[in-house]
C-alpha cells in the first residue's frame, strides 16, 4: 500500500503557509490548494479587496514555483500573454520571447476585462499545457496553475468568460467579506508591514509534481464513481439549467474527490468528499435557464438540490475502500 504521509504533509503545510495571509479563510484556501493537487485552474471570483490577487500570490510563495501576473485589460493583445518571435538582426533569425503565461503559476488578474480573442490565447496554455505562436509550440514548466480573479459586480468594459473558458477551470473560489473579528486581525496583521513579505516557501516544484502523482493513487470504489456520474447527469436533465455539466465536471469531481481524501488523512473517497466540492466544480460549469435567473435562482443552490435529491452510496463503499 502507497504511503500518503509526504504528499499530505505537503499538502497541509500549504494551506497553514497561506492561512497566515489570508485570515478566516479556511475554505477558500482548501479549494485553491485543492486545484493546484489536481493539476487543475481556479476561478476566484468576488468583490474587489478580499484578498483575490493575495490568495494566488500565496499559493505561489508558499508552493516555491515561478510566479508571473498578468493585468488583464481591454487593449491586451494575445501575444501579450503568449509570447512573440522578435527578429534579430545581428543572427538573422527570429526569436521567441516568452509571454508571462509560460510560468509555474500564473496570475490573470481581471480575466474578464480582456477581449474574447486574448481570453481565448489561454485556452491552449490551461488545456494541452503548451502555447504555439507561429506554428512552433512551446511547453509551459511543470507544475503549472492558471488562477483567475474576476470581479462578478462591475459589468462595464468586461467581456464574460464563454463556457469553452469557464470549463477549463477545475474550480470556482469565492472569498466573500471577513467578519468583524477577522477584519480586525487583518488590520493588526498589517500594521507594521504584510504577512506576505515574510511569507517563506513550504515545498517546491519536484515535491508539488510528486503530490499531485500521489493524489492519482487515491482510491475511488465504483459507486463513488457512479454517485458522481449520476450527480453530473442530473445537471443535464434539470428544468432550471439551460446548459448542463459537462464530463470535464465529472472528471473535476473524481479527481477533487482524491485530493480533499488525501487532506483529510484517508487514502480512500468517502461520498461526503463528492458532495462538500460539487458547488464549487459544477456551479460554474452549467447555465442557469432564464425563468430560474428571473426568480433570482442561482447555479450553486441548484445543484446543492440536485446533491441533497440524489441518495449516496452508504455503508458498502466505505467497507470496500477500508479493505
Known amino acids: 500500500m502507497q504511503d500518503f504521509t509526504m504528499a499530505r504533509h505537503t499538502a497541509r503545510g500549504i494551506v497553514e503557509n497561506v492561512e497566515k495571509v489570508i485570515v478566516g479563510k479556511s475554505r477558500a484556501v482548501e479549494l485553491t490548494v485543492i486545484a493546484l493537487m489536481c493539476r487543475g485552474h481556479a476561478l476566484i471570483e468576488d ?24 493585468q488583464f485589460t481591454p487593449d491586451l493583445l494575445p501575444t501579450d500573454v503568449t509570447g512573440v518571435s522578435i527578429y534579430n538582426q545581428r543572427t538573422g533569425d527570429f526569436e521567441f520571447r516568452q509571454g508571462p503565461i509560460i510560468s509555474q503559476v500564473v496570475l490573470a488578474d481581471e480575466v474578464n476585462r480582456a477581449t474574447p480573442k486574448t481570453q481565448s490565447a489561454m485556452l491552449e ?18 507544475p503549472f496553475m492558471v488562477m483567475a480573479t474576476q470581479n462578478p459586480i462591475e459589468y462595464e468594459g468586461t467581456f464574460p468568460l464563454p463556457e469553452a473558458q469557464l470549463d477549463r477551470f477545475i474550480l470556482l473560489v469565492s472569498l466573500g467579506y471577513p467578519t468583524n473579528e477577522e477584519e480586525l486581525a487583518i488590520i493588526e496583521g498589517q500594521q507594521v508591514a504584510h504577512p506576505i513579505d515574510t511569507l517563506e516557501a513550504v515545498t517546491n516544484a519536484k515535491e508539488i509534481i510528486e503530490l499531485q502523482e500521489s493524489v492519482r493513487h487515491i482510491f475511488v470504489d465504483d459507486l463513488i464513481k457512479q454517485y458522481i456520474v449520476t450527480v453530473v447527469d ?30 483529510r488523512d484517508r487514502d480512500f473517497v468517502l461520498p461526503d468528499d463528492v458532495k462538500e466540492l460539487t458547488a464549487s466544480m459544477l456551479s460554474h460549469r452549467v447555465i442557469v435557464s432564464a425563468a430560474a435567473r428571473m426568480r433570482g435562482i442561482k447555479a450553486s443552490e441548484i445543484i446543492d438540490n440536485i446533491v441533497s435529491e440524489i441518495p449516496v452510496p452508504g455503508a458498502q463503499a466505505a467497507d470496500r475502500a477500508r479493505r
Open 234 to 263: 442530473a445537471t443535464r436533465d434539470h428544468p432550471d439549467i439551460a446548459l448542463g455539466a459537462s464530463p470535464r465536471g465529472s472528471l473535476a469531481l473524481f479527481r477533487g474527490g482524491q485530493a480533499l481524501a488525501l487532506i
Open 125 to 142: 496554455a490551461m488545456e494541452e499545457r503548451q502555447v504555439t505562436v507561429e506554428g512552433i509550440t512551446h511547453q509551459v514548466p511543470s
Open 47 to 70: 468583490v474587489p479587496g478580499v484578498g483575490k490577487t493575495m490568495l494566488a500570490r500565496s499559493i505561489a510563495r508558499s508552493a516555491g514555483c515561478e510566479f508571473k501576473r498578468i
